[in-house]
């Protein structure tokens, strides 16, 4: 089993920047597929953006693209959400998650084990 705790939100003016991490516990995190997911008010939790075992390979929301970078260091346990030119529209808890099967999809059932969440605010 892995533990996640998200950090790194908080208020941020259209336009800027914020960098979330996630920091997993155990010695097994490398074995796992990461991805990150939001949840607005109001809304279901939505994908954001996943990454693989070694981090070769990324996908990511359309809303996304071109504008958040996902990325792990399996030294230290921890993956990144690097987001820039946010909007409001990004206004949400995000969350990461760990797929134990190494498949880091888009969809939440392929997800075993979620973080608490971490909020992230974005005024117009």
């Known amino acids: 089993q892995v533990q996640l705790v998200e950090s790194g939100g908080g208020l941020v003016q259209a336009g800027g920047s914020l960098r979330l991490s996630c920091a997993a516990s155990?010695?097994?995190?490398?074995?796992?597929?990461m991805g990150w997911f939001r949840q607005a008010p109001g809304k279901e939790r939505e994908f954001v953006a996943a990454?693989?075992?070694?981090?070769?390979?990324?996908i990511y929301a359309n809303s996304v693209k071109g504008r958040f970078t996902i990325s792990r260091d399996n030294a230290k346990n921890t993956v990144y959400l690097q987001m820039s030119s946010l909007k409001f529209e990004d206004t949400a808890v995000y969350y990461c998650?760990?797929?134990?099967?190494?498949?880091?999809?888009?969809?939440?059932?392929?997800?075993?084990?979620w973080g608490q969440g971490t909020q992230v605010t974005v005024s117009s």
């Open positions: 998650a760990a797929d134990r099967g190494g498949v880091g999809g888009s969809r939440r059932t392929d997800y075993d084990y």
């Open positions: 155990g010695r097994t995190f490398s074995t796992y597929a």
């Open positions: 990454i693989s075992r070694s981090g070769a390979r990324t």
